[in-house]
């Protein structure tokens, strides 16, 4: 998976850039456990690949905080931006406005 550094994505700021190689090291390693992590849990025993799942994303949100990384589009004022998984399953950058702009972790724009 091609994953961007956020300096990189339309209207996104950060005013911590020294934390974006952390920041991308754990977007990789979530990016690796949601690949890894079925799609269905028939299996109790695999549970704990779900619990791998979440909190590489609770990382990751931690280190977006420690960033500051901000949503600066419209409307004003810039908001926080964190990681979800979207409706398919994939993973990507969401910020906090009222109707949220999304983007892949290769910097796409889709929202």
């Known amino acids: 998976m091609n994953i961007e550094s956020l300096d990189k994505f339309e209207g996104i700021s950060v005013a911590h850039a020294h934390l974006l190689d952390l920041v991308k090291i754990?977007?990789?390693?979530?990016?690796?456990?949601?690949?890894?992590?079925?799609?269905?849990?028939?299996?109790r025993?695999?549970?704990?690949?779900?619990?791998?799942?979440?909190?590489?994303?609770?990382?990751?949100?931690?280190?977006?905080a420690a960033a500051s990384a901000k949503c600066t589009l419209s409307p004003p004022p810039p908001v926080d931006i964190d990681m979800i998984t979207d409706g398919t399953g994939a993973l990507i950058y969401r910020c906090q406005h009222k109707t949220p702009h999304r983007w892949k972790l290769d910097g796409t724009r889709t929202a």
Do not use: C, I, R, W
């Open 45 to 64: 025993e695999l549970h704990h690949m779900d619990f791998a799942k979440f909190a590489a994303l609770q990382a990751v949100n931690s280190l977006l």
């Open 26 to 43: 754990g977007s990789n390693l979530a990016a690796a456990a949601t690949a890894a992590a079925p799609a269905s849990f028939a299996n």
